[in-house]
């Protein structure tokens, strides 16, 4: 079964600072993609960063970049210059490559503060 | 217009009342997805329409009826609640059903079952 795991239920940050936040997953399939989602106060699950599996080059967003480590099944997001709009739950979340339709499975999430 | 909305943005209701969470996209995509979001456990995906045909159902019990008549619109048909029904329902959209097309989220029903 896939399982995706997030250890951090809370993280906080410095406005300006950099946080790195864990995910870790479980899955047997070889190709697959990976998802960051940003959840803030407002409800809605907005899209931060996409990773395809057989991609080894890490995926950058602007202030947010993924240290992807295929073998140890790790898929951490940075947050660079971390600004207080920053501030919401985030979910990790993985899809199979031709699994089932809409079949993503998410994180529990990690709730990130950033102090002013 | 926001790509995907979500009515109404609250419901309290009964556990013998019938209701429906209503979703629109404004995206032009051709699947649409149901998820239950409750405290502290990852969101749970309940339904999957592509192309307005469902095609995941994920053992959600029959008091949840979905309805799909166009590539735009989806509803959740509740009926019969029980307390532990109380969450935040989400509606997503994707280009199509591909496991790697991003989902867009609505801001969500928060629904409470007295």
């Known amino acids: 079964a896939q399982t995706v795991t997030q250890s951090q239920p809370e993280m906080s940050v410095q406005e300006a600072e950099t946080v790195t936040l864990s995910c870790t997953y479980d899955?047997?399939?070889?190709?697959?993609?990976l998802f960051w989602y940003k959840q803030p106060p407002s409800r809605q699950m907005i899209l931060v960063i996409r990773q395809e599996a057989y991609k080894q080059q890490n995926a950058t967003e602007n202030r947010f970049s993924v240290n992807f480590q295929k073998a140890a099944k790790s898929f951490s997001l940075k947050i660079s210059d971390s600004q207080l709009g920053d501030a919401a739950m985030y979910f990790c979340?993985?899809?199979?490559?031709?699994?089932?339709?809409?079949?993503?499975?998410f994180g529990k999430g990690t709730k990130l503060s950033v102090k002013p | 217009e926001t790509g995907v909305t979500q009515t109404p943005r609250h419901l309290v209701m009964g556990m013998t009342n019938k209701k429906s969470l209503k979703c629109e996209q404004h995206l032009g995509h051709n699947a649409m997805y149901w998820y239950k979001q409750s405290a502290k456990k990852p969101l749970e995906l309940m339904f999957v329409y592509s192309l307005e045909e469902r095609v995941e159902n994920n053992s959600v019990p029959s008091r949840f009826s979905p309805e799909c008549p166009n590539s735009s619109h989806l509803f959740l048909h509740l009926h019969t609640l029980q307390p532990e029904d109380s969450a935040l329902y989400l509606c997503?959209?994707?280009?199509?059903?591909?496991?790697?097309?991003?989902?867009?989220f609505g801001d969500g029903t928060r629904l409470s079952i007295l």
């Open positions: 899955t047997s399939e070889s190709d697959y993609y």
């Open positions: 979340a993985l899809a199979d490559y031709g699994g089932s339709q809409g079949n993503l499975i």
């Open positions: 997503a959209s994707s280009q199509d059903g591909g496991s790697n097309q991003p989902q867009h």
